[in-house]
């Protein structure tokens, strides 16, 4: 006949998904640790828990030596063979029994809070052992109740905590009701349920896509990468491996029906899905979608800085309400994007022109003063003298006197 402790430890084992030897060895803790406050002694004590009469006995080890230096813990050669015969040697250990029925209430609930301790630890390490390689994966939930703005939901028999700062803006919950959620992480030391999950991580979405398009779950079309302002809007790169596969066009699905199905279970999340280049400037301009870009040029390579030109009427939809879309743009591009209009672009170039022609104007302006305005120490050479020409006359230059001595000649 099975002993009833026993039945109740291998239920309680099942219940909290741990082994049964795990409560077992809890209960021999427990029973040691109240003996020791009981005898307050110095005895090396042992337990064993009995799975026939379920009851756990105790008992006082001792080690034979030749010269007892310590009686509590060692005993003589002589005595030990007085007590079993010629079979005890040195160096063996001989088990004295002593009695547990005499611990009392005190080292009886001391035992019971050791049990409960143990038991909790080690359903918090099958929980870390069972988690801790799940993160990152989509779970459905539901939800149990709310603490402080955190809401509790069970993952089976588990709980786990969605907190506030996780939970989506745009979104409501009520007891009862069957979430999906992304497991972010999993705490050892939590007070509270241990498992972290999330409704705002881009891996939801990634998850959910993996879910909903063949071509992502079967690798034909990539995702290489997320960004998400929960609630509001999202944007997500695609790539497909095959020519022939459209990516965007696979992640929409006929009609919309697979983009729709996420923007549902994300409660009308907006998505854009935009193709993934390896070029910076093509990436960029597809990440800016829905507007259409005019111009894109790379203002400094190694800060990762661009400027991006669109027409008047796209640059509202370029920037987005409150500059959403430019910024998820620059998340999934990993480029800090300048964005201007076209007319603003305009301006700005003739602004430097006009610095330009200005800069000009003024090294000619300072050239002309300095020939027109020589050293008044300097005395004009023979053939320095300044000559007026009209129009088709060449002057002789080096010969100022010339006419006149032709007239004196006359």
Same mark, same amino acid.
């Given at each position: 006949?099975?002993?009833? *402790?026993?039945?109740?430890?291998?239920? *309680?084992?099942?219940?909290?998904?741990?082994?049964? !030897?795990?409560?077992?060895?809890?209960?021999?803790?427990?029973?040691?640790?109240?003996?020791? %406050?009981?005898?307050?002694?110095?005895?090396?004590?042992?337990?064993?828990?009995?799975?026939?009469?379920?009851?756990?006995?105790?008992?006082?080890?001792?080690?034979?030596?030749? $010269?007892?230096?310590?009686?509590?813990?060692?005993?003589?050669?002589? +005595?030990?063979?007085?007590?079993?015969?010629?079979?005890?040697?040195?160096?063996?250990?001989?088990?004295?029994?002593? @009695?547990?029925?005499?611990?009392?209430?005190?080292?009886?609930?001391?035992?019971?809070?050791?049990?409960?301790?143990? #038991?909790?630890?080690? $359903?918090?390490?099958?929980?870390?052992?069972?988690?801790?390689?799940?993160?990152? $994966?989509?779970?459905?939930?539901?939800?149990?109740?709310?603490?402080?703005?955190?809401?509790?939901?069970?993952?089976?028999?588990?709980?786990?905590?969605?907190?506030?700062?996780?939970?989506?803006?745009? $979104?409501?919950?009520?007891?009862?009701?069957?979430? @999906?959620? #992304?497991?972010?992480?999993?705490?050892?030391?939590?007070?509270?349920?241990? #498992?972290?999950?999330?409704?705002?991580?881009?891996? &939801? &979405?990634? %998850?959910?896509?993996?879910?909903?398009?063949?071509?992502?779950?079967?690798?034909?079309?990539?995702?290489?990468?997320?960004?998400?302002?929960?609630?509001?809007?999202?944007?997500?790169?695609?790539?497909?491996? !095959?020519?022939?596969?459209?990516?965007?066009?696979?992640?929409?699905?006929?009609?919309?029906?697979?983009?729709?199905?996420?923007?549902?279970? /994300?409660?009308?999340?907006?998505?854009?899905?935009?193709?993934?280049? +390896?070029?910076?400037?093509?990436?960029?301009?597809?990440? /800016?979608?829905?507007?259409? #870009?005019?111009?894109?040029?790379?203002?400094?390579?190694?800060? @990762?800085?661009?400027?991006?030109?669109?027409?008047?009427?796209?640059?509202?939809?370029?920037?987005?309400?409150?500059?959403?879309?430019?910024? *998820?743009?620059? %998340?999934?591009?990993?480029?800090?994007?300048?964005?201007?209009?076209?007319?603003?672009?305009?301006?700005?170039?003739?602004?430097?022109?006009?610095? *330009?022609?200005?800069?000009?104007?003024?090294?000619?302006?300072?050239?002309?003063?300095? !020939?027109?305005?020589?050293?008044?120490?300097?005395?004009?050479?023979?053939?320095?003298?300044?000559?007026?020409?009209?129009?088709?006359?060449?002057?002789?230059?080096?010969?100022?006197?010339?006419?006149?001595?032709?007239?004196?000649?006359?």
């Amino acid at each position: 006949m099975v002993n009833p *402790l026993l039945q109740t430890i291998e239920a *309680l084992a099942k219940e909290k998904g741990i082994e049964a !030897e795990t409560i077992i060895t809890a209960i021999e803790d427990a029973v040691l640790t109240a003996s020791r %406050k009981y005898y307050k002694t110095n005895e090396n004590l042992k337990t064993r828990f009995n799975q026939e009469t379920g009851q756990v006995d105790l008992f006082a080890i001792k080690h034979i030596v030749t $010269e007892v230096t310590n009686p509590e813990t060692e005993i003589s050669l002589s +005595e030990a063979q007085g007590l079993y015969g010629e079979e005890a040697e040195v160096d063996m250990e001989i088990e004295f029994p002593k @009695r547990t029925d005499v611990l009392g209430r005190i080292a009886a609930q001391t035992a019971k809070q050791v049990i409960f301790q143990k #038991v909790r630890e080690a $359903e918090r390490e099958h929980i870390y052992a069972e988690y801790n390689d799940r993160v990152g $994966e989509v779970i459905n939930t539901m939800v149990k109740r709310f603490e402080s703005g955190d809401l509790i939901v069970e993952i089976g028999r588990v709980e786990a905590v969605l907190p506030r700062k996780e939970q989506s803006r745009a $979104e409501s919950y009520t007891p009862g009701e069957r979430i @999906r959620t #992304v497991i972010k992480g999993v705490n050892r030391g939590a007070k509270g349920p241990q #498992v972290v999950l999330s409704r705002t991580d881009p891996a &939801l &979405l990634i %998850k959910l896509f993996e879910q909903e398009v063949p071509e992502i779950y079967d690798g034909t079309v990539v995702i290489r990468g997320a960004v998400r302002e929960a609630g509001d809007r999202a944007k997500v790169a695609v790539y497909s491996r !095959e020519r022939d596969v459209d990516p965007v066009g696979a992640c929409v699905g006929m009609k919309g029906t697979r983009v729709q199905a996420i923007i549902r279970e /994300l409660r009308g999340e907006k998505i854009d899905i935009v193709e993934y280049s +390896e070029d910076p400037i093509s990436f960029v301009m597809n990440a /800016l979608s829905p507007a259409k #870009v005019q111009h894109v040029e790379i203002k400094d390579e190694l800060d @990762r800085i661009m400027e991006v030109v669109v027409e008047d009427s796209q640059l509202s939809l370029a920037i987005g309400k409150k500059g959403q879309n430019v910024r *998820l743009a620059a %998340k999934l591009t990993g480029w800090r994007i300048d964005i201007k209009s076209d007319e603003e672009k305009r301006k700005e170039v003739e602004a430097q022109f006009g610095a *330009l022609e200005a800069g000009d104007a003024s090294e000619s302006g300072e050239t002309s003063d300095m !020939e027109a305005a020589p050293d008044a120490g300097d005395a004009p050479e023979v053939g320095d003298a300044p000559v007026d020409v009209a129009a088709g006359d060449e002057p002789a230059v080096g010969m100022p006197d010339a006419a006149a001595n032709a007239g004196d000649e006359k």
